[in-house]
């Protein structure tokens, strides 16, 4: 069962503007983390936010966690095209061990 | 380095061909997934291990078995691939159970089966 859903699915943007992917979930969770992947290659680990945090930032990127709507959402400033990838949500719901992924965002930033 | 060590990066084979793919980690993680990559599904996860001898399903186990004999290795068994199997596959670690920590992935194996 997928526990995040991503959207935009796709978004194309400049360089240097600003990114914004969207993540809802279904269920009560206890992290959630998202990712990032080059065309066909392993995932990358961005950043974890905890479901007691509302915000967190690491460099270019800030992500904001909602737990009452079940959302998060990832902004990615000043874009390069160097960012060009797909994105995606996970989370580790209550009483469970498992790590769920969302279905991506692809993000195209055009030099 | 940490890393993820995953094997082989690309393999065909037939309907009903047993096969491997191997995984191993060098981070002591006591974590270890798998997690199939289809377009438009995302990644869904297989099977993970919290630990040696300690093995669960995912969301789609059918078809897949796995063992933990070892901390660092966690292969992934096809008994007798089916071309829906088709797919990139990955392998992950991390230090604790679930999502509580990030995930370290290998860089993947497509997989045909024709």
């Known amino acids: 069962s997928q526990q995040g859903e991503e959207d935009p699915q796709a978004l194309s943007i400049q360089e240097g503007e600003n990114a914004t992917m969207n993540c809802s979930y279904k269920?009560?969770?206890?992290?959630l983390q998202w990712y990032r992947q080059n065309s066909g290659r392993g995932l990358v680990h961005l950043i974890l936010?905890?479901?007691?945090?509302r915000e967190k930032h690491s460099g270019r990127l800030r992500v904001t966690l909602d737990t009452s709507k079940k959302s998060s959402s990832l902004l990615i400033t000043a874009s390069r095209a160097a960012d060009t990838a797909s994105y995606f949500c996970a989370t580790d719901a209550y009483n469970t061990d498992k790590l769920i992924f969302g279905t991506g965002t692809r993000l195209q930033v055009f030099p | 380095e940490a890393q993820v060590t995953q094997n082989p990066r690309y393999l065909i084979t037939v309907t009903g061909k047993k096969l491997t793919v191997t995984c191993s980690q060098n981070m002591n993680h006591e974590y270890m997934s798998w997690y199939r990559q289809d377009p438009g599904l995302g990644l869904r996860q297989i099977y993970y291990?919290?630990?040696?001898?300690?093995?669960d399903k995912g969301d789609v186990p059918e078809g897949y078995k796995v063992s933990r004999k070892e901390k660092r290795n966690f292969p992934l068994i096809l008994e007798s691939p089916s071309p829906n199997q088709t797919s990139l596959y990955f392998c992950?670690?991390?230090?604790?159970?679930?999502?509580?920590?990030?995930?370290?992935f290998g860089q993947g194996t497509r997989l045909t089966v024709v």
């Open positions: 992950a670690s991390s230090a604790n159970r679930g999502g509580s920590t990030e995930a370290f």
């Open positions: 936010i905890r479901s007691n945090e």
């Open positions: 269920t009560s969770i206890n992290n």
């Open positions: 291990s919290m630990n040696v001898e300690v093995t």
